[in-house]
């Protein structure tokens, strides 16, 4: 069963940083582009990140690049977000994703979430 287990959000001060963690198992982690979006409130989902299964590319959303890095860690299945810099319009419910092939189809799996709340 694949689970995906998000943490390390919280409130924090405009200006500050944060760093998140997506724990995933229940399928080979090491082969699969890991994702993060998120979901501010009363808007839809919104893609911020993506990187290759080996970490040797990372992709970031344009309100986030020079922002926000991206990395994986193969090794203990993790893969973490440091947002910097952060702004009132980044409070959101950022989640980590992951589409895995299983008997021939593509399924989407989306952890629980965690909350980013960016306010003075």
């Known amino acids: 069963e694949v689970q995906l287990a998000e943490s390390g959000g919280g409130l924090v001060q405009p200006g500050g940083s944060l760093r998140l963690s997506c724990a995933a198992s229940?399928?080979?982690?090491?082969?699969?582009?890991m994702s993060w979006v998120r979901q501010a409130p009363g808007k839809g989902l919104e893609w911020v990140s993506h990187?290759?299964?080996?970490?040797?590319?990372?992709f970031y959303a344009d309100a986030l690049r020079g922002r926000c890095t991206i990395s994986r860690d193969n090794a203990k299945n993790t893969v973490n977000l440091q947002i910097d810099s952060l702004k009132p319009e980044d409070t959101a419910v950022y989640y980590c994703?992951?589409?895995?092939?299983?008997?021939?189809?593509?399924?989407?799996?989306w952890g629980q979430g965690t909350q980013v709340t960016v306010s003075s």
């Open positions: 990187i290759n299964y080996d970490g040797g590319r990372t």
């Open positions: 229940g399928f080979t982690f090491s082969s699969y582009v």
């Open positions: 994703h992951v589409v895995v092939a299983e008997n021939g189809h593509y399924k989407h799996y």
